[in-house]
């Protein structure tokens, strides 16, 4: 049997830059077809579209008795009979902490695939940075980059990425903080009991977690038969199996296994998991991703595309 797969060079962080940032100038057409969230998308989340302080109008709404009338806005309310309220859209400057798996099972792609898992992490990252950056978000990287709130954040993610090689595992978190968001793009094959021993601690000092999946094709669809050879690219070792579609049935069950086991602990910390295969379009797990972190309903991904 020919070749499914392959273990990729890794992608140059300056070509991956410009794709990402087309892929980020797709999304408000992506929101208008999948969630009609353009608006959200082109003023970026940090409104958070909730009355409190901020300098942005949102909405009129009616007056309330035992309302300070100094809030009133009486060009509005002379309009017609009732009086009405001018509101401002509350919004608070964020720190986004963005983070993808650059180990050497991310260099994995198959022929199913489009791109390798690791040049499709590296796209949404630099995409969800290029976003946020367009809305004054503060993007940091754990281990690369301190949060900085600049427009040009992703060319500067992309250099630190550059100048910083890439470490196996979750690195150093010691300086995020609370009250922030995490976004975190790999492929979790790890053991889930190990995975929830990295990100627990996370949770409980307080930061929403949002978790991507980046899966090839062929590590879900198993699409091996007769005789193949199987190498663990972390640690180099070999499994040769002399039917290998006898393996598919059990194979599927423990990948579907360990995937809702990841996503039940997820969801009992109260973070968020989308799973993306590289056959799809980057621009689909961007779009759940944002939803996600503006606090709105996501587009369901998971377990689409073949």
Same mark, same amino acid.
């Given at each position: 049997m020919a070749s499914v797969g392959q273990i990729v060079q890794p992608t140059p962080t300056r070509d991956v830059l410009s794709r990402a940032q087309a #892929?980020?100038?797709?999304?408000?057409?992506?929101?208008?077809?999948?969630? #009609?969230?353009? $608006?959200?998308?082109?003023?970026?989340? /940090?409104?958070?579209?909730?009355?409190?302080?901020?300098? $942005?109008?949102?909405?009129? =709404?009616?007056?309330?008795?035992?309302? +300070?009338?100094? #809030?009133?806005?009486? =060009? #509005? +309310?002379? =309009?017609?009979? /009732?009086?009405?309220?001018?509101? =401002? !859209?509350? !919004?608070?400057a964020h720190t986004v902490w963005i983070w993808a798996d650059l180990s050497p099972s991310m260099m994995y792609k198959s022929t199913f695939g489009a791109v390798s898992k690791e040049s499709r992490a590296l796209v949404l990252m630099l995409a969800l940075a290029e976003i946020l950056a367009r809305s004054g978000e503060r993007i940091g990287c754990p281990g690369i980059m301190e949060p900085i709130a600049a427009r040009n954040a992703a060319e500067r993610l992309a250099t630190a990425l550059m100048h910083n090689p890439a470490a196996d595992g979750l690195p150093d978190t010691a300086m995020i903080r609370g009250n922030s968001d995490i976004v975190l793009i790999g492929d979790f094959l790890d053991p889930v009991a190990d995975v929830m021993d990295r990100l627990g601690p996370l949770a409980r000092r307080g930061l929403r977690g949002h978790v991507v999946e980046v899966a090839d094709p062929a590590e879900e669809l198993f699409p091996y038969a007769g005789r193949t050879e199987f190498t663990d690219p972390e640690s180099g070792m070999k499994l040769t199996a002399g039917r290998a579609e006898t393996l598919k049935d059990d194979y599927a069950r423990a990948y579907a296994a360990r995937r809702e086991s990841l996503a039940d602990n997820l969801r009992h910390l109260g973070w968020s998991f989308i799973t993306h295969r590289t056959d799809r379009l980057a621009s689909e797990a961007l779009v759940a991703v944002h939803a996600y972190l503006s606090g709105l309903p996501a587009m369901k991904t998971e377990g689409i595309g073949r």
């Open positions: #892929r980020a100038a797709l999304v408000p057409d992506c929101m208008v077809e999948a969630q #009609r969230l353009a $608006n959200t998308v082109i003023a970026g989340w /940090h409104g958070r579209r909730k009355r409190g302080i901020g300098e $942005n109008f949102w909405q009129f =709404r009616p007056y309330v008795d035992g309302e +300070s009338l100094s #809030r009133i806005d009486w =060009r #509005r +309310s002379a =309009r017609d009979d /009732h009086t009405y309220v001018r509101d =401002r !859209e509350w !919004e608070a």
